[in-house]
């Protein structure tokens, strides 16, 4: 049973401005194009957290708007982070403090994260099954990128750890749990972190060139 995390907290002090909800092809924003692609990959059978904290009540606003069927459903829920200066990790802990009974695997994923489709998702998590991974961290051309995955087995561990890494926390505490999968998804370790960015990919008709 997976539960998926969005990482959508963050106040984008690199970017200059909330990019959480800068527009997106169609009609869409970065993090309403994230959050379709992990819908529409149809892995998710508990939940899908989305974590806000900067200018919450602005993205809950959208949120509510985009969403209505899925957040009435339960399968979409919004998670309040007052701590998100704190770092990612707050941000996790958040998602993790409330889980459906029986949950077993975890994906998380950022807001910034529009190029990864949903076959990736897909594709990611049926690997993550077939190799019984304990934690899936996949990457290209030696890079690190998302979506994470990891048992629920590690939640309390996570809940106990302090700093402002995120995940890096766990990874470097049990290095020899980590399943390395490389693949050829350019997209998986791009993110949307400085103006220039998000402007390049804007004028390429938010293509991945």
């Given at each position: 049973m997976l539960t998926a995390v969005?990482?959508?907290a963050g106040e984008a002090a690199r970017m200059g401005e909330l990019k959480q909800l800068l527009d997106w092809k169609a009609e869409n924003t970065i993090l309403g194009k994230t959050v379709d692609n992990l819908l529409a990959a149809?892995?998710?059978d508990?939940?899908?957290k989305i974590v806000v904290g900067a200018e919450k009540e602005k993205i809950k606003k959208y949120l509510l708007g985009?969403?209505?069927?899925?957040?009435?459903?339960g399968i979409l829920k919004i998670v309040g982070n007052d701590d998100y200066q704190k770092g990612m990790m707050s941000s996790i802990k958040k998602a993790l403090t409330q889980l459906p009974a029986g949950n077993q695997h975890l994906l998380f994923t950022l807001a910034d994260k529009p190029f990864i489709g949903p076959e990736i998702y897909r594709e990611f998590y049926q690997k993550y099954l077939e190799l019984e991974a304990e934690i899936f961290l996949p990457q290209y051309q030696g890079q690190k990128g998302h979506p994470v995955i990891i048992k629920n087995k590690f939640r309390e561990i996570v809940l106990k750890l302090e700093g402002k890494a995120g995940l890096r926390n766990l990874f470097d505490l049990m290095p020899d749990r980590i399943h390395h999968y490389s693949c050829d998804y350019r997209e998986i370790t791009v993110d949307l972190d400085f103006k220039e960015d998000y402007q390049k990919y804007?004028?390429?008709n938010f293509e991945l060139k």
């Open positions: 969005v990482l959508a149809e892995i998710v508990e939940e899908l985009k969403y209505r069927t899925e957040l009435k459903s804007r004028s390429n």
